[in-house]
Protein backbone atom coordinates (compact mmCIF):
# COMPACT_ATOMS: atom_id res chain seq x y z
CA UNK A 1 0.00 0.00 0.00
CA UNK A 2 2.71 2.30 0.86
CA UNK A 3 4.63 1.53 -2.54
CA UNK A 4 1.28 1.80 -4.50
CA UNK A 5 0.96 5.31 -2.53
CA UNK A 6 4.50 6.15 -2.83
CA UNK A 7 4.21 5.45 -6.54
CA UNK A 8 1.35 7.31 -7.17
CA UNK A 9 2.47 10.57 -5.24
CA UNK A 10 5.91 10.17 -7.34
CA UNK A 11 3.48 10.31 -10.31
CA UNK A 12 1.16 13.15 -9.11
CA UNK A 13 4.51 15.01 -7.60
CA UNK A 14 5.72 14.81 -11.74
CA UNK A 15 2.92 15.69 -12.92
CA UNK A 16 2.27 19.26 -10.49
CA UNK A 17 5.58 19.84 -11.58
CA UNK A 18 4.82 19.73 -15.29
CA UNK A 19 1.67 21.58 -14.73
CA UNK A 20 3.68 24.34 -12.89
CA UNK A 21 6.16 24.26 -15.92
CA UNK A 22 3.49 24.73 -18.22
CA UNK A 23 1.58 27.59 -16.16
CA UNK A 24 5.04 29.82 -15.96
CA UNK A 25 5.37 28.90 -19.68
CA UNK A 26 1.75 30.22 -20.26
CA UNK A 27 2.09 33.04 -18.28
CA UNK A 28 5.60 34.42 -20.00
CA UNK A 29 3.99 33.72 -23.50
CA UNK A 30 1.25 35.72 -21.95
CA UNK A 31 3.22 38.70 -20.94
CA UNK A 32 5.22 38.54 -24.01
CA UNK A 33 1.94 38.95 -26.42
CA UNK A 34 1.10 42.22 -23.59
CA UNK A 35 3.95 43.70 -24.51
CA UNK A 36 3.65 42.97 -28.24
CA UNK A 37 0.01 44.16 -27.85
CA UNK A 38 1.52 47.51 -25.96
CA UNK A 39 4.09 48.00 -28.92
CA UNK A 40 1.62 47.60 -31.55
CA UNK A 41 -0.63 50.28 -30.21
CA UNK A 42 1.95 52.61 -29.52
CA UNK A 43 2.88 51.94 -33.63
CA UNK A 44 -1.04 52.67 -34.51
CA UNK A 45 -0.90 55.55 -32.61
CA UNK A 46 2.43 56.99 -33.67
CA UNK A 47 1.31 56.05 -37.08
CA UNK A 48 -1.90 58.23 -36.44
CA UNK A 49 -0.35 60.60 -35.31
CA UNK A 50 1.84 60.96 -38.69
CA UNK A 51 -1.25 60.66 -40.90
CA UNK A 52 -2.95 63.10 -38.96
CA UNK A 53 -0.30 65.80 -39.49
CA UNK A 54 0.40 64.69 -42.90
CA UNK A 55 -3.52 65.51 -43.26
CA UNK A 56 -3.39 68.90 -42.09
CA UNK A 57 0.18 69.69 -44.19
CA UNK A 58 -2.36 68.79 -46.97
CA UNK A 59 -5.21 71.25 -46.13
CA UNK A 60 -3.02 73.67 -45.53
CA UNK A 61 -1.02 73.46 -49.02
CA UNK A 62 -4.67 73.33 -50.75
CA UNK A 63 -5.83 76.04 -48.87
CA UNK A 64 -2.32 77.73 -50.16
CA UNK A 65 -3.18 76.73 -53.63
CA UNK A 66 -6.60 78.16 -53.79
CA UNK A 67 -5.47 81.69 -52.39
CA UNK A 68 -2.71 81.63 -55.17
CA UNK A 69 -5.11 80.65 -58.15
CA UNK A 70 -7.37 83.52 -56.28
CA UNK A 71 -4.80 85.91 -56.19
CA UNK A 72 -3.80 85.07 -59.98
CA UNK A 73 -7.22 85.21 -61.05
CA UNK A 74 -7.57 88.93 -59.58
CA UNK A 75 -4.02 89.28 -60.89
CA UNK A 76 -4.85 88.64 -64.66
CA UNK A 77 -8.04 90.54 -64.43
CA UNK A 78 -6.37 93.79 -63.28
CA UNK A 79 -3.84 93.24 -66.00
CA UNK A 80 -6.90 92.77 -68.77
CA UNK A 81 -8.59 95.43 -67.47
CA UNK A 82 -5.70 97.41 -67.52
CA UNK A 83 -4.49 96.79 -70.90
CA UNK A 84 -8.32 97.06 -72.16
CA UNK A 85 -7.78 100.64 -71.18
CA UNK A 86 -4.99 101.36 -72.66
CA UNK A 87 -6.19 99.59 -75.82
CA UNK A 88 -9.61 102.42 -75.43
CA UNK A 89 -7.26 104.76 -75.10
CA UNK A 90 -4.93 104.19 -78.33
CA UNK A 91 -8.10 103.84 -80.22
CA UNK A 92 -9.20 107.33 -79.11
CA UNK A 93 -6.42 108.77 -80.01
CA UNK A 94 -6.49 107.48 -83.00
CA UNK A 95 -9.60 108.39 -83.89
CA UNK A 96 -8.71 111.64 -83.27
CA UNK A 97 -5.86 111.49 -85.27
CA UNK A 98 -7.78 110.21 -88.46
CA UNK A 99 -10.64 112.89 -87.78
CA UNK A 100 -7.76 115.53 -87.55
CA UNK A 101 -5.71 113.84 -90.98
CA UNK A 102 -9.30 113.93 -92.65
CA UNK A 103 -10.26 117.52 -91.52
CA UNK A 104 -6.71 118.63 -92.87
CA UNK A 105 -7.35 116.76 -96.21
CA UNK A 106 -10.92 118.09 -96.51
CA UNK A 107 -8.96 121.65 -95.82
CA UNK A 108 -6.86 120.90 -98.39
CA UNK A 109 -8.83 119.79 -100.77
CA UNK A 110 -11.02 122.94 -100.22
CA UNK A 111 -8.16 125.28 -100.58
CA UNK A 112 -7.63 123.18 -103.70
CA UNK A 113 -11.09 124.29 -104.90
CA UNK A 114 -11.56 127.64 -103.81
CA UNK A 115 -7.87 128.20 -105.36
CA UNK A 116 -8.63 126.89 -108.70
CA UNK A 117 -12.12 129.02 -108.70
CA UNK A 118 -10.57 131.94 -107.79
CA UNK A 119 -6.89 132.11 -110.48
Known sequence: RQKLNHEFSQQFLALFQQWDVDVQKAEEQEEKLANMLRQQQKVFQQARIVQSQRLKTIKQLYEQFLKSMEDLEKSNENLL?????????????????????????EMASVRKSLQSMLF
Open 81 to 105: AGAQNELRKEMAMLQKKIMMDTQQQ
